[in-house]
């Protein structure tokens, strides 16, 4: 009995077309452009860079003489602004994908929701990552995360794009965030060569129906037609992200694919223990969804 042919790949998660980068001159952000050519170059995908000109913010409460001052240091921030522009513009004419870059002149406290306003249009948002991360890097990747509706790739400082990923990591524990990272993961996981889902400590379905959640996405996957292998890892006592860090690190990932787990506090999404400690250890691109 011959095999059944494969169903055509639906064209809205087969592929990556249109893509984010929030961009500056930092070390984390150059990286991610050269990672960000590479990939988009890859899926045929347009890349848009989006570059913040940060405006002096002036408080009300300065004195009448203050504005002239004010008025100076916003002419000095626009005037190092254009000149980072013009710098970028050059790298940004070198790519290999097609590619456009905008800039927009904002508070630092605007970054973080124009960002996630703009990356509602876009199937993916890229982030460099520097060591640690900082201040306005985690500003970014909360607010995209939380309020654009669509994933985010954390790209490592240093990490470089090789090809795209044939070993993924997929963190499965059963979640709703869980099962939204997987759905917009699945562009990567079908051009894979190898995917391979963890589980740390699972002891059972959240159902409550005697499933296991490491079965249940194998059988999903399987009607997919989509080859996975699973493994059921023990924390012994360690956090969830070093156990998932140790199995990326053994299984070769090029990528791992991570519920961006969060709660609610004071009427504000807060990524939670195991994001948190994700991003602390990221040696590795993390693919984010919510």
């Known amino acids: 009995m ?21 961009q500056d ?16 170059a890859a899926f045929g995908a347009h890349l848009s860079g989006l570059m913040f000109g940060l405006v002096p913010y002036y408080p009300m409460s300065l004195t009448a003489a203050a504005p002239k001052g004010w ?14 522009e013009r710098r970028l513009k050059m790298l940004y004419a070198k790519l290999a994908a097609p590619n456009e870059l905008k800039r927009v002149d904002a508070f630092e406290q605007e970054v973080g929701r124009i960002c996630a306003r703009r990356a509602r249009t876009a199937d993916l948002t890229l982030l460099g990552w520097p060591v640690g991360g900082g201040d306005m890097e985690r500003a970014l990747f909360e607010a995209c995360l939380f309020d654009s509706g669509r994933p985010v790739l954390l790209v490592p400082e240093g990490y470089a ?11 499965w524990n059963g979640s709703r965030e869980a099962a939204r990272a997987l759905r917009e993961a699945l562009p990567l996981i079908r051009q894979a060569k190898l995917t391979r889902f963890v589980t740390v400590d699972a002891e059972g379905s959240d ?8 079965a249940s996405v194998t059988r ?13 890892a023990h924390s012994g006592g360690h956090d969830v992200a070093t156990v998932l860090a140790e199995e990326a690190e053994h299984f070769g990932a090029a990528i791992v694919v991570i ?15 195991t994001t948190r400690a994700a991003l602390n250890l990221a040696r590795t691109p993390l693919f984010f969804a919510n």
């Open 259 to 273: 519920g961006g787990y969060g709660y609610m506090r004071s009427g504000q999404w807060v990524y939670g223990g």
């Open 2 to 22: 011959t095999a059944p042919e494969r169903a055509p790949a639906d064209p809205q998660i087969d592929s990556f077309r249109d893509a984010l980068l929030p």
């Open 71 to 84: 008025i100076q240091a916003q002419k000095q921030a626009s005037e190092e602004a254009a000149d980072a």
């Open 207 to 214: 159902f409550g129906d005697g499933d296991e959640p490491i």
């Open 220 to 232: 999903h996957l399987q009607r997919h037609q989509i080859p996975i292998e699973t493994k059921r």
């Open 161 to 171: 794009f090789r090809a795209l990923p044939q070993r993924v990591l997929v963190a």
């Open 25 to 40: 001159e930092s070390d984390a952000a150059l990286n991610a452009l050269s990672y960000a050519d590479g990939f988009c």
